[in-house]
């Protein structure tokens, strides 16, 4: 009886740490790309720093940012989305 308690709890330690590995592996690779973003929309300027698994999804996370903080309702902030960043800046 004994030995079976143990074998399980070997198991259940191992899928537990196997859990742990795959979670800080997933979170890793979300964050590979870091970008600096700045929108200008209406006469004002935001500049926004996200981070991505590859370039495109960078960008857009920091222009999301910068249009939440320039528009004012979710019309213009569909209308700002639609519209090219000012500049874009790979950070290290």
Known sequence: MA????SVR???????LALVAV??????QQ????????VSFKGGTHCATASGSNHDQAVRSAQEIDCQLL??????????LASPPASIRTVK
């Open 23 to 28: 979670l800080v592996y997933s979170t890793l």
């Open 3 to 6: 030995a079976k308690s143990n």
């Open 71 to 80: 528009s004012n309702g979710r019309d213009e902030n569909m209308v700002c």
């Open 10 to 16: 070997w198991i259940i330690g191992l899928g537990a």
């Open 31 to 38: 964050t590979r790309e870091r970008c600096e973003v700045c």
